[in-house]
């Protein structure tokens, strides 16, 4: 894939690389998030009317919320300066907790784990930005 400013929309070989390139992504995406919310294929067939004897154990859901209980068990202090807390560090504190702190630290983190990206949207808001998570089946990232 080309650079994002050497895109030209008229190019059909690059169009469809990306199409098949996100296509490939949301099928990433979904088997990822069927299989932590525990919607695993069956092993053992049943017919109807059996009792369904498979059992399990989702070992996906456990190893990404403990990753992510490792990585973000509270949110990080933020210094810019060791001597005293400055004007800039009440701000980056405060916008941090109004965009969700550590529960926004643990989403991008459940995400990336899930879908190897994390992509978030900062939109311009008075006094703080807002932090928006975006949904990695939906974007493209050209190298």
Do not use: K
Not at 86 to 98: G, H, I, K, S, V
Not at 121 to 139: I, K, T
């Amino acid at each position: 894939m080309p650079p994002a400013l050497d895109y030209r929309p008229d190019d059909r070989a690059l169009r469809q690389a990306a199409e098949d390139e996100l296509r490939s992504r949301r099928e990433t995406h979904t088997l990822a998030w069927r299989y932590y919310r525990g919607e695993h294929r069956r092993c053992r067939l049943t017919r109807p009317g059996e009792p369904d004897d498979n059992v399990v154990i989702n070992l996906v859901r456990q190893t990404v919320d403990r990753t992510v209980a490792f990585l973000a068990p509270d949110f990080p202090g933020i210094e810019l300066d060791l001597a005293a807390e400055t004007d800039a560090e009440r701000w980056l504190r405060e916008a941090w907790a109004q965009a969700g702190s550590a529960r926004l630290l643990a989403r991008m983190a459940r995400q990336g784990c899930l879908d190897g990206h994390v992509f978030v949207r900062v939109l311009p808001g008075e006094p703080y930005p807002r932090l928006v998570l975006l949904d990695a089946a939906n974007v493209i990232a050209f190298w």
